[in-house]
């Protein structure tokens, strides 16, 4: 496990424990953010990951999916709190269950569950690393097959996605 990690594992675990939802924030800029934002524009979104050259990780996610929860909670929201990956990430959420729209990354309206199927994401949680295009820059993550070693596995994908990027 890596310094960064370790670290991380106490700071979102003292959080947790001492100040439930302490520096939750909804501010909508990338380098601020430690709420995770819902998906609405992601032709914007491309924009500003292209500006700032830095990948987007997406939660696909449903809001009756546990799994969807214990992923924000533990590994999500304290990465974000954290200020992990400041400026080299943005972070967004796909409720595949909302039935409402978005604007897909050539700004076209689309219905959310249609996107994720354009994507093969048929189960929740998954995890999308994409670049300001839209493409997929490390192998998705679908699932949470080993809790305790989860944020080890994201946090060296985000690291691939960052590498990644042209």
């Known amino acids: 496990m890596s310094y960064r990690v370790a670290v991380l594992l106490v700071i979102s675990t003292l959080a947790i424990m001492i100040i439930p939802g302490a520096g939750l924030s909804t501010q909508n800029s990338p380098e601020t953010e430690v709420e995770l934002i819902e998906v609405q524009n992601l032709s914007a979104d491309g924009r500003v990951a292209r500006e700032r050259n830095v990948p987007i990780l997406m939660l696909v996610s449903q809001v009756t999916c546990p799994y969807c929860d214990q992923i924000k909670q533990e590994i999500l929201h304290p990465m974000l709190a954290a200020g992990d ?8 959420e796909l409720h595949i269950d909302s039935g409402a729209e978005l604007k897909d990354f050539q700004g076209r309206a689309v219905e959310r569950r249609q996107f994720a199927h354009g994507y093969n994401v048929y189960l929740t949680p998954t995890l999308l690393f994409l670049d300001s295009k839209g493409r997929e820059l490390t192998k998705r993550m679908v699932g949470i097959n080993t809790p305790e070693m989860y944020f080890y596995y994201v946090d060296e994908s985000i690291k691939a996605a960052i590498n990644a990027l042209p």
């Open 85 to 92: 990956y400041q400026g080299e990430l943005m972070m967004r």
